[in-house]
């Protein structure tokens, strides 16, 4: 019994939990490619484009899927709405991927975050 009590704790031990699992996940999570779109000047370039401050305690910019005709974005696993933020359409971006700078989502009440500006690549 007491090897199935230490097997099972060992399992719980290693499951992600919160915020912290999810920071470089997949496309939208909170901190995805994050560090990476600020050694490349990207999310400097937004911020001052959109004048929104979303990195500094509000929020976090990460790469992921926008649909604009429909006013979304992956963020956190679900399709959440823009919001009315600001769509810049004049950023360089390094792959496929749009920038959206939100805040972490807060499941169940708030299970998607406010957006606070995004840049999606030429054509959208």
């Known amino acids: 019994m007491s090897r199935i009590l230490g097997l ?3 399992l719980i031990a290693a499951m992600p939990v919160g915020a912290a699992a999810q920071e470089h996940g997949g496309p939208g999570d909170y901190g ?3 560090e990476e779109y600020h050694r490349r000047g990207i999310i400097d370039e ?6 929104a401050t979303c990195c500094d305690g509000m929020g976090e ?3 992921t ?3 604009v ?3 979304t974005a992956l963020l956190d696993g679900r399709w959440c709405p823009l919001n009315a933020a600001p ?7 390094p792959d496929h991927f749009s920038l959206v700078c939100a805040g972490p989502s807060a499941p169940p009440f708030f299970p998607c975050p406010i957006v606070y500006c995004v840049a999606v690549g030429p054509g959208y």
Not at 46 to 51: H, W, Y
Not at 87 to 93: M, P
């Open 46 to 51: 937004l911020r001052r484009k959109t004048g």
């Open 61 to 63: 910019c990460r790469a």
């Open 69 to 71: 005709k429909q006013e």
């Open 87 to 93: 769509i810049r359409r004049d950023i360089q971006l």
């Open 8 to 10: 099972l704790m060992a």
């Open 65 to 67: 899927y926008v649909n």
């Open 32 to 34: 995805y490619r994050h």
